[in-house]
């Protein structure tokens, strides 16, 4: 149950009902992203446009930083599932941990907005995050390291990159819409 707070500042606040939206779509996106990269600006490109709307719109400047950063969340995460189109690339291990990690955070936002589950929303969404990066970070370490595949590195070391970039604006998303 989202709570009446929560109900009544998504209702409220345009910028607010953007993010949670952006959130909303990113989510369920993953899973069709995954099989089809190609698919990153007909599934994410509306979110981002939704999100240029609601950046003129007013309300407690904690919900302009949360935008703000969904906005990059969206774009990063686009960006991420476009470069693994482009190199014919599909998701490895590290990849999938790392975006099932943002999907789950991203279900977390209604109890980001409650008084009676913030805190365990917050220390959840941090904790999916670090765990999304760490991931990420061994992975890219171990393609760093084999000088061998050097070109095919380099490319998953900037995809790799570009997802640690989103969990990073999903974080900052999340520590805005707690300081709601």
Not at 97 to 102: I, K, R, V, W, Y
Not at 129 to 158: E, M, T, W, Y
Request: with cysteine; hydrophobic share 50%; proline share 4%.
């Amino acid at each position: 149950m989202i709570g009446m707070r929560a109900f009544w500042l998504t209702l409220k606040d345009r910028r607010l009902r953007a993010v949670m939206k952006a959130r909303k779509a990113a989510g369920p996106a993953r899973g069709d992203l995954a099989a089809e990269p190609g698919r990153a600006g007909e599934l994410l490109g509306p979110t981002q446009e939704a999100l240029r709307l609601a950046a003129v719109a007013g309300g407690p400047e904690a919900s302009a930083a949360a935008r703000a950063a969904a906005a990059d969340f969206a774009a990063l995460l686009e960006k991420a599932f476009s470069d693994m189109a482009l190199h014919g690339v599909k998701p490895d291990a590290a990849m999938t941990e790392a975006l099932g990690c943002a999907q789950r955070a991203c279900t977390l936002a209604p109890r980001l907005l409650s008084p009676s589950g913030r805190t365990w929303g917050a220390a959840s969404a941090r904790a999916l995050c670090a765990a999304g990066r760490k991931a990420l970070s061994q992975a890219s370490a171990a393609a760093r390291s084999d000088v061998a595949g050097f070109p095919a590195n380099l490319k998953f070391c900037s995809i790799y990159s570009g997802l640690d970039g989103a969990l990073d604006a999903l974080q900052r998303c999340c520590e805005a819409l707690f300081g709601i």
